[in-house]
């Protein structure tokens, strides 16, 4: 049977009307072997190529720290787009892609704490937050729930890692704007994430 027309808006990821794909779903299987998943993988294995570049510079802000850094952001809505094109969703995906987000700006504060190129204060407010997503990733999975991706914490990610990579590059003033509007989404989306974890745990003790 041949997949549904891909309108433009839902191509790009501004249409996220309906279910989502029950590839993704937690008793799905895995399915490592796609193309958005080999973006994934290219984007994780881009992180320690940020690292070792950054802390072998002398100021955080070499050339291919920045290059590699847009790269791997990039490659956040490359495999979406990929994985609406070819149909190729999976519950590898699913769990992939939040992940490397998190390393991916997990990686960018530590070069930008390392450096001082934006306020730590800052940089400890995107850190908590980060690692606080991670944990209940985990959890989530160990309870068999479903973490859906709301729209503060879809977008919240955009200023955060544009913010990061401006730092990067060594403009701090216009950085700090990024990553204070991106750490507002980002809280307005862990609530949501607490809201939703809690509605499901609701439902399957009752079931």
Same mark, same amino acid.
């Given at each position: 049977m041949p997949r549904p027309r891909l309108s433009r808006l839902r191509l790009l990821g501004l249409d996220r009307s309906g279910p989502p794909p029950p590839q993704t779903a937690a008793d799905a299987p895995l399915r490592p072997w796609t193309i958005p998943n080999?973006? +994934?993988?290219?984007?994780?294995?881009?992180?320690?190529v940020i690292l070792i570049s950054a802390y072998?510079?002398?100021?955080? @802000?070499?050339? /291919? !720290? +920045?290059?590699?850094?847009?790269?791997?952001?990039?490659?956040?809505? %490359?495999?979406?787009?990929?994985?609406? /094109?070819?149909?190729?969703?999976?519950?590898m995906g699913a769990l992939l892609d939040p992940v490397v987000d998190r390393l991916l700006v997990l990686a960018g504060v530590c070069v930008c704490w390392s450096f001082e190129l934006l306020p730590r204060w800052l940089l400890a407010i995107v850190l %908590?937050?980060? !690692? /606080?997503?991670?944990?209940? &990733?985990?959890?989530? !999975?160990?309870? +068999?729930? @479903? /973490?859906?991706?709301?729209?503060? &914490? *879809?977008?919240a990610v955009g200023p955060t890692m544009l913010g990061i990579w401006l730092a990067l590059l060594g403009v701090r003033g216009v950085a700090e704007g990024f990553v204070y509007a991106g750490i507002?989404?980002?809280?307005?989306?862990? &609530?949501?994430?607490?809201?939703?974890?809690? *509605?499901?745990m609701r439902v399957s003790s009752s079931a």
């Open positions: 080999a973006i +994934g993988y290219a984007r994780a294995a881009l992180i320690p072998a510079s002398n100021d955080g @802000t070499d050339a /291919l !720290v +920045g290059i590699c850094f847009f790269i791997a952001g990039a490659g956040d809505y %490359a495999d979406g787009i990929a994985a609406r /094109l070819t149909g190729q969703y999976s519950r %908590a937050r980060e !690692v /606080l997503m991670l944990a209940f &990733g985990q959890a989530w !999975v160990r309870r +068999g729930l @479903t /973490l859906r991706i709301n729209w503060p &914490g *879809r977008i507002a989404l980002a809280l307005l989306a862990t &609530g949501y994430y607490l809201r939703d974890g809690l *509605r499901q």
